[in-house]
């Protein structure tokens, strides 16, 4: 693949994985199967892997999960609740072992010791006791802040209110999975049945809706069980080794998973893996593959973590679920950018326990690379959730070749696929080029504009957007925060499914939104490439809105102080530059812009702040360092807010020279650096 179309592929995995991140978190409604889902994640990591001047600082690779939803409390994480990254093969395991050893610069007689243990499908969860009584309890929400959802976590009979045994530390947060047994999952869905409700797809997603019931009751009475596999915040050590940690915790009266062992090569943890995935249909709960960690906890600290997942645990997937279907029919969905999705309607087919009936097709590309058309039999694949993938036709149609649409399927506006301006190809996606013109973008960009991650007002979805949109009442953002002044003519109360207090209640939610942090107003604008990260970037660079407003008509100029400021922000690229820059050249656009924050109370970014003295200064390694990997000495430098770098300037602050040093050394002595060993460096940061 060429850096081109690895480029394209990164930001088009990226935005499919935060799609998926969202209903999954958010709505407790997968549309991708676990192992779809994996697969996407997996070729975005070995992309970036590939090209690392491609990971975007919006990257799912950078972050956890989504938004909690926000109908319950929110509890911020003091310990944040991260991620596993994912191993697909032995060999994937392998350089897992490989990177331990060689982060730790161990030698090869060195033994390193990994416990391996199922891993639970499940929900996540922290709960927090003092002095050995249970506090409070959370979900993972976005790593950062989960729910609150402490009442619902005392009604499990696996969660003790009081710790038994002794030797607990004062503070103590246990983490780990809340799930449903098969045998409690059948009599529940049978009840569930019985009573005219719904079934639950599968025990996953039962144990999702049962834990974020806002009436407690409704939580007790479903059959949730937890098992304990970690922790976060603790107030002393408790244990020396993730063993001895989860034998203490199995004490003090929580479940832990019985086939949790110690191995020290990749070769037994392997032999685990299969001895595990040979056990799951009897185990009686649902896993999804085997998790290894380092076990001498001394060297988790050390390994410590990058981004959303730690250095010293991993997680060994199994192998997703295949099923051959025939598809039924072939849909084009539109989305906020104008993309054209096809989706296959399948004949609904049993894959792994879940009822599967559609199937993405991702673009044009995708369907002519697999041939498919519709009334083929083809091969499609699942392993947990969501919308799952078609590998492969088994046996093709006699039908016509499915032709993929010229024109809007909602507006009839041309279709046509963007032309990347260096290299003058195509861009697989094919989009709409009707912008705000065209209904379905102008829905799904004001869709995006109330959805949570952005200004999250409650009881304004889809449905509400697109009557509103439909009466021509609201065309634009600025509309939304001018529909209780027009009430008089609207009548809300009137209209069905709204009465008096309704209407009310969602004129609340509107205004208490007007107040409202800056990076969200510039993600809430849906310009490309201004996703959530880099607009909080320009948010923090700026701090004021009015300071970025001032700066909007010299966008249009790239030799500006203006534009220069913004491309000297770190982590942002010239594709997020140009196309904010394009967006404001709209007359329109600018517009559209004033007239909403006219409405708003757009509140100054906070900027993050690090105590260390090396907070914010660039550091070079170089030489041999004898008492850390470089990786270690770089994450560790990292953590404290330092900027690492691989060559010497005149911006460099410090270079940490160990024998050896050599050319790098020459430079920052003559440009005046300041050049430390790897011992002072250790006395700085200490
Ligand atoms: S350890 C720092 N152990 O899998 C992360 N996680 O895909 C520590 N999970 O967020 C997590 N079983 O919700 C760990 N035995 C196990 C697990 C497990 C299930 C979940 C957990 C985690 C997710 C990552």
């Known amino acids: 693949m060429t850096a081109e179309q690895a480029k394209k592929r990164v930001v088009w995995l990226g935005r499919e994985i935060r799609a998926s991140d969202a209903l999954y978190y958010q709505d407790d409604n997968p549309v991708l199967t676990d192992a779809q889902y994996d697969e996407l994640r997996r070729e975005l990591i070995a992309l970036e892997a590939e090209f690392p001047h491609l990971i975007l600082k919006d990257s799912p690779t950078q972050s956890v999960g989504a938004k909690p939803a926000g109908k319950f ?102 983490r780990g999975e809340v799930y449903i047994d098969h045998a409690d999952f059948d009599t529940m869905n049978a009840a569930q049945v019985a009573s005219g409700k719904a079934a639950y797809k599968n025990p996953r997603n039962a144990a999702a809706g049962s834990l974020r019931q806002i009436d407690p009751s409704v939580t007790a009475s479903r059959p949730l069980k937890f098992f304990a596999y970690t922790w976060g915040e603790v107030s002393a050590p408790f244990a020396e080794t993730q063993m001895k940690a989860v034998e203490r915790m199995a004490e003090w009266g929580f479940d832990v998973n019985p086939q949790m062992k110690r191995h020290e090569t990749a070769q037994e943890m392997v032999a685990h893996y299969i001895e595990i995935m040979n056990a799951r249909a009897g185990l009686g709960y649902d896993i999804d ?27 060994h997937k199994f192998p997703a679920e295949k099923a051959i279907t025939t598809i039924e029919d072939i849909d084009i969905q539109l989305g906020r950018t104008g993309a054209l999705t096809p989706v296959a309607r399948l004949t609904p087919i049993t894959v792994g326990g879940v009822v599967v009936s559609n199937a993405t097709l991702h673009n044009a590309d995708e369907i002519a690379r697999l041939g498919v058309k519709i009334g083929d039999s083809v091969e499609i694949q699942r392993a947990g959730d969501v919308i799952p993938q078609v590998l492969r036709v088994v046996t093709p149609s006699d039908g016509p070749a499915f032709e993929f649409p010229t024109e809007c399927p909602v507006c009839a506006a041309p279709v046509s696929s963007e032309i990347d301006e260096k ?87 509107i205004d ?28 923090q660079h700026f701090v004021s809105w009015d300071k970025f407003w001032a700066v909007v008509p010299h966008l249009q100029n790239p030799v500006s102080d203006a534009y220069m400021g913004l491309l000297g922000i770190d982590g942002m690229g010239q594709a997020a530059l140009g196309s904010l820059a394009q967006f404001f050249a709209s007359e329109t656009n600018h517009q559209i812009v004033a007239d909403l924050v006219d409405e708003l109370d757009v509140q100054h970014a906070e900027v ?33 807010g330092a900027k690492v770098s691989g060559s010497v300037s005149a911006k460099t602050d410090y270079l940490v020279a160990g024998p050896g040093a050599g050319s790098k050394l020459k430079k920052a002595e003559s440009l005046g650096v300041k050049v430390m060993t790897e011992d002072e460096w250790l006395a700085l940061i200490a």
């Open 608 to 640: 993050p702040t690090s105590d260390s003295p090396v907070a914010g200064k660039i550091v070079v390694f170089t030489g041999k360092l004898e008492l850390f990997s470089r990786d270690e000495a770089k994450a560790r430098a990292q953590s404290l």
């Open 423 to 509: 290299t003058g190809k195509q861009d697989v996606v094919r989009r709409c080029t009707n912008g705000l013109s065209c209904p379905a973008q102008a829905v799904q960009g004001l869709v995006h504009f109330v959805s949570r991650q952005v200004f999250d007002i409650d009881g304004f979805g889809e449905r509400q957007i697109e009557a509103f949109y439909e009466k021509g009442l609201i065309k634009e953002p600025a509309d939304i925060f001018t529909l209780r002044a027009r009430n008089d003519e609207i009548k809300l109360e009137t209209w069905e499914g709204f009465g008096k207090t309704s209407a009310t209640k969602l004129f609340d939610s």
């Open 512 to 539: 208490t939104r007007r107040n409202i942090p800056f990076d969200r107003v510039l993600f809430s604008l849906g310009i490309r490439h201004v996703g959530k990260t880099n607009s909080r970037l320009i948010a």
């Open 289 to 315: 593959g085997v998790v290894y960690k380092v076990d001498e906890l001394a060297l988790q600290t050390r390994l410590g973590f990058v981004s959303r997942a730690p250095r010293w645990a991993i997680a």
């Open 73 to 174: 409390g929110k509890i911020k994480h003091t310990v944040p609740m991260l991620s596993l990254d994912n191993a697909f093969s032995e060999e994937d395991v392998a350089d897992f072992c490989a990177r331990v050893r060689k982060f730790l610069s161990l030698k090869k007689v060195d033994p390193v010791g990994f416990t391996a243990e199922p891993k639970i499908d499940g929900l996540s969860a922290a709960i927090r006791y003092e002095h050995g009584k249970f506090v409070k309890g959370s979900t993972r929400g976005d790593g950062q802040t989960g729910e609150d959802i402490t009442a619902n976590l005392a009604t499990l009979d696996t969660v003790p209110m009081q710790l038994s045994g002794a030797g607990w530390p004062d503070v103590f947060e246990i």
